[in-house]
């Protein structure tokens, strides 16, 4: 899905096979997760991008096959039936961004997606801590603030 090319011609060829829309699966009682939908929720996108709880009876049902990673793990799933876990969810929805695309590019190369992938996880495996840092806020317009 992600090129790890930079030229013009594997650009072309991955825009053929590109997802029109994404449907992102998150952890709607993760403090961290509902921060991160807000924010791609503000970003100006090449494609269309949605977002479902992964407890929700609708992605439980519809999404059975992916219910092992369901709210364990970032999923995204394309229009075309593809799906990315974690890092590779990640990275998918940097691409879907027109500010960001080009990230995508670079943190999927052979240089910097190792480390792309360890900051991923090293994240993913504290979100609970980070959720009870960042405690119970309400996220508007994209704009988070803690309940006082």
Do not use: K
């Not at 899905?1 to 993760?30: H, K, N, Q, W």
């Not at 961004?97 to 792309?116: F, I, K, V």
């Amino acid at each position: 899905m992600i090129a790890t090319s930079f030229s013009p011609e594997g650009r072309v060829a991955a825009a053929l096979r590109s997802p029109t829309r994404l449907l992102v699966l998150y952890d709607a009682d993760c403090a961290l997760c509902i921060r991160c939908r807000h924010w791609l929720e503000t970003q100006p996108t090449y494609v269309d991008v949605r977002f479902l709880a992964a407890a929700s009876p609708e992605a439980q049902d519809d999404l059975a096959v992916l219910r092992p990673w369901l709210g364990a793990e970032l999923v995204v799933v394309s229009d075309r039936g593809e799906a990315w876990l974690g890092a590779a969810g990640f990275l998918v929805c940097l691409w879907a961004t027109r500010d960001y695309r080009e990230w995508s590019y670079r943190l999927s190369g052979p240089a910097l997606a190792p480390l792309a992938e360890r900051f991923f996880h090293l994240i993913s495996s504290r979100r609970s801590t980070i959720s009870r840092l960042l405690g119970p806020d309400e996220c508007e317009g994209g704009q988070c603030r803690h309940r006082r």
